[in-house]
């Protein structure tokens, strides 16, 4: 999905009861961008993140996407992202390609690939029939990465990519940003795990909020 898409965040902010998490905040990220959030845990960034979805929703300011001058409706920002995050659940009563199979259905794959195409850039192909809940938390997040990944989605959010994967397993990440994500505006938090975010040419550090409120 080659779709031009400008997101921007004017004078945002978002709190947790009483407490700030951060406040005043103007961000303009543009289509095939490369940004990386870095911060502490506890930072806010997961909270950024998911705000910059339009998973959670601002309590002052306004986020907007826009493609060809023209805003697009907040219930449909789903259409244009995709997102892997530790947080992320996946259906653990399906098999690998049973929830391949299913992700298809409301996330269309890159070129068209088929489910024994993304099973085999997953790196799992000896567990296609096994259980997700008989996988190792590794093994999740790889199959969280390559549905993100290989989503047809102009937008690819990463909360701490790299989470529970090994050294092995993190080339292969990067590998596939290459050679999949290039055209993509990715967003990565991370907690300075430079392996997360290697591709990322602007740095968002989360702190710096901080001075806003």
Known sequence: ?????????????KKFGKEWIFRHVTLNVKQGEKVVILGLNGSGKSTLLQVLTGFLSLNEGNLNYEHNSKTIDLEELYCYQSLASPYLELIEDFTLQELIEHAVV???FLNQLTTAQIIELS????????????FSSGMKQRLKLTLAILADMPILFLDEPTTNLDATVINWYQKLISDYASEKTIIVCSNSIKEEYTFCERIIIMEDFKLLI
């Open 1 to 13: 999905m080659q779709t031009p898409i400008n997101i921007t965040l004017t004078n945002a902010g």
């Open 106 to 108: 409301y996330k269309p």
């Open 123 to 134: 790196g799992l192909s000896a567990h296609k029939d096994k259980f997700i809940k008989l």
